[in-house]
């Protein structure tokens, strides 16, 4: 009787602890501490930024004192801004004026994953909890920040020993085609969306606009001819072979911004149809059908120059991005390394099977997802730890300064770790191996799929990045 009281008893304290687990307490378990703290001081290989230059990041304000990155350009350069934007700085604004009207912002935010990711940062780099700063505290931030980015050693300072990133993969989508590197630690990306306007010049007017990259202009520079279709596909593999030159790692494409992630195999009498005319004298289905025969010929190339590529998937124009339409171009192009970005966002699951029918192929990259959704991202992790081999998972910040850099990758390693240590607690997982997933997933994953990378390390040698001379 008493022996059974005991075992009773036991099993009630187990049962508690896991529903205590299930219910998010996960983040207090000694299992979860131990899985972040390995996973926190694993260098880390961060597949995807958008960091401009120093002196041209999109965070500068102009302000009475002068041109200046502060606490209203953090945030406008932010996830928040594209669901719930801060007020913006008026040109004759002091701080104090801008924050009256600002501090309002952030009330119907406070539990969202957009919002949560910018307040880690400001937590750990700053020791202010912006869930309940008060107007000294947001005065004194802001002056702070101002000071930090009066020299480009913030930046290098949070991005490779706060946030601990070794590597990191940047889309340089304000000049696609210079392949021109800004930080020693970066890895250049070669942002291939501009291409799919390529048929006709005019197409290219927005020169110095934030996703420039016009292919005329690069053949023109290099004595390349650019009168029919074909001399175009040429101007195209061109810009691969520099790119391959440069260093660049992977191809980028952002088109579910704008179309279908459904492309057509169409042939290339159809495609040479809309060569030379300019939109207006085109229909969609035109200019659908040179899009289509472009982004195969992309895939073609991808595989042929060994760079992987990186696709928006899921989280854009949702009428059509939908991961599953990519799944007839990833059948035929066996020999294309895809990289499904957001994980698919919010369709998680569908990226799961894509996995399983094609993973030899295909990898998932959560870059961005934690910060759309945490608890989504939650569920993805759990569910591709589930379905498919832990090599193929990837992950980035996607942001434009400091701050968000490392808030994105904090809420990144919260998230694996949490996932990791509710699968150690409900027995699925030995810690050993959860922490191995972990590193993997952080670091290792991205070094097995860019094995040149590896001559770029730089942590092992015990150096600090320090910007060049000017
Ligand atoms: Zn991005």
Redesign the pocket.
């Known amino acids: 009787m008493l022996m059974l009281r005991t075992l009773l008893t036991t099993s009630i304290i187990v049962e508690i602890l896991v529903i205590r687990a299930a219910a998010g307490e996960t983040r207090s378990t000694e299992t979860y501490r131990r899985i972040k703290a390995a996973i926190d001081a694993t260098p880390s290989v961060d597949t995807?930024d958008?960091l401009w230059p120093f002196d041209r990041l999109p965070a500068y304000t102009q302000t009475k004192a002068g041109r200046q990155v502060n606490l209203s350009g953090l945030w406008r350069n932010s996830y928040l801004s594209g669901y719930n934007p801060v007020i913006p700085w008026k040109p004759d604004d002091d701080f104090d004026s801008w924050w009256g009207r600002a501090k309002g912002n952030f009330e119907n935010v406070r539990s969202a994953s957009f919002y949560r990711y910018q307040q880690a940062a400001f937590q750990d780099l700053y020791s202010v909890d912006f869930d309940q700063i008060t107007d000294e505290q947001a005065h004194e931030l802001n002056r702070r920040i101002v000071e930090n980015y009066r020299d480009q050693r913030w930046v290098y300072h949070v991005v490779t020993e706060r946030a601990n990133i070794e590597l990191m993969f940047n889309?340089p989508h304000w000049a696609c085609l210079d392949f021109a590197q800004s930080y020693p630690w970066e890895v250049l990306v070669f942002n291939v969306t501009t291409l799919f306007r390529g048929f006709h010049p005019g197409e290219y007017t927005n020169e110095g606009g934030p996703w420039f990259g016009d292919p005329y202009a690069f053949a023109k520079k290099h004595g390349l001819p650019a009168d029919t279709f074909d001399d175009y596909l040429k101007i195209v593999e061109r810009l691969f072979i520099e790119a391959k030159d440069k260093g660049v790692a992977s191809l980028k494409c952002t088109l579910a911004y704008l179309r279908s992630l459904r492309f057509e195999n169409v042939s290339h009498e159809r495609a040479a149809a809309a060569f030379g005319k300019r939109r207006q004298q085109l229909s969609p289905e035109q200019v659908r059908d040179f899009e289509d025969f472009l982004m195969w010929r992309l895939c073609e190339l991808s595989a042929k120059y060994e760079l992987p590529f990186q696709i928006h998937t899921g989280q854009a124009r949702i009428q059509t991005s939908n991961p599953m339409n990519l799944v007839d171009l990833i059948d035929a192009n066996p020999k294309t390394k895809f990289i499904l970005f957001h994980g698919g966002f919010p369709w998680v699951g569908e990226t799961a099977v894509i996995m399983q029918k094609h993973g030899r192929h295909v990898w998932i990259d959560s870059v961005w997802l934690p910060e759309l959704s945490y608890s989504t991202a939650k569920r993805a992790f759990h569910e591709w730890l589930d379905a498919f081999p832990s090599n193929h998972i990837l992950w980035g910040a996607?942001c434009n300064h400091a701050e968000g850099i490392y808030g994105a990758t904090e809420l990144h390693r919260r998230c694996i770790s949490e996932v990791l240590a509710e699968k150690v607690t409900s027995g699925d997982l030995i810690e050993e191996h959860a922490v191995h997933i972990g590193k993997q997933i952080m670091r290792d994953n991205a070094l097995e799929l860019f094995p040149q990378l590896k001559d770029r390390l730089w942590k092992h040698k015990g150096v600090k990045m320090e910007p060049g001379p000017k």
């Open positions: 995807h958008h889309d996607d």
